[in-house]
């Protein structure tokens, strides 16, 4: 049985949340993390925003990408000679493949709500700050991740789940700071597959659980990699 507690498909007192968050520390960043964190504040400001937004959630995707990615080629591997395959083997590459798919959905609603509220706002996306430079990081980003899921997926994984820490921290704090948004109603047509939340806050706040879920299943995957 997890330890850890996940906040998908249920009703949570978001506020209640948002608190809990901000009153617990980010998980330590290592030295490739604070240059990309340092790099987005420097390109499109410390203060959190709708475009900004839409920079953290195009780099989140990359990781389980470079996740599935991996574990595809580690089965093809597997699978390639004439040995017998450990099914304890396969099963982790399944259950990464898995956990990379589902999460590059859920990271890719929230860039097309915030892309879609963006639009909604008229705030203009230029090309060379939100089209090239992003997919600059992210080369670069999915690089490092891949390198680092096939030297040791231990490494890859506690990477990002101090990603998401950082990102989970990030939309509290934007919720928090912009009270206004408490009473801003949010509508998009993502929300045929998104969870639709009452205000601007609450999607806010929302879209941050789901990074502390997205991090609590990286952490859980590095304790099962160690164990194993």
Not at 12 to 31: G, H, S, V, W, Y
Not at 139 to 144: D, G, N, R
Not at 155 to 179: D, L
């Amino acid at each position: 049985m997890t330890v850890y507690e996940y906040t998908m498909g249920k009703e949570m007192d978001l506020k209640a949340e948002q608190e809990r968050t901000l009153a617990t520390p980010k998980l330590p960043a290592n030295l490739i993390l604070r240059f990309m964190f340092w790099q987005i504040d420097a390109l499109y400001g410390k203060a959190m925003s709708l475009p900004k937004a839409i920079v953290l959630e195009i780099l989140a995707r990359y990781p389980y990408w470079a996740w599935e990615n991996g574990a595809y080629h580690y089965l093809s591997k597997l699978y390639s000679g004439t040995g017998k395959v450990s099914q304890e083997k396969v099963e982790t590459a399944l259950r990464h493949i898995q956990m990379g798919r589902e999460s590059q959905d859920n990271e890719q609603w929230h860039m097309l709500l915030w892309a879609d509220l963006c639009h909604q706002k008229g705030i203009k996306l230029g090309k060379i700050r939100h089209f090239l430079l992003p997919k600059a990081m992210t080369l670069v980003y999915f690089c490092i991740t891949r390198v680092m899921y096939w030297l040791n997926p231990v490494w890859s994984f506690a990477m990002n789940a101090a990603f998401e820490s950082h990102a989970e921290h990030e939309y509290m704090f934007y919720a928090k700071e912009h009270p206004e948004f408490e009473n801003e109603p949010a509508d998009s047509v993502w929300f045929k597959y998104y969870p639709k939340q009452k205000s601007l806050a609450d999607l806010i706040r929302r879209v941050g659980l789901d990074e502390r879920d997205h991090m609590n299943h990286s952490l859980e995957e590095v304790e099962r990699l160690q164990r194993s």
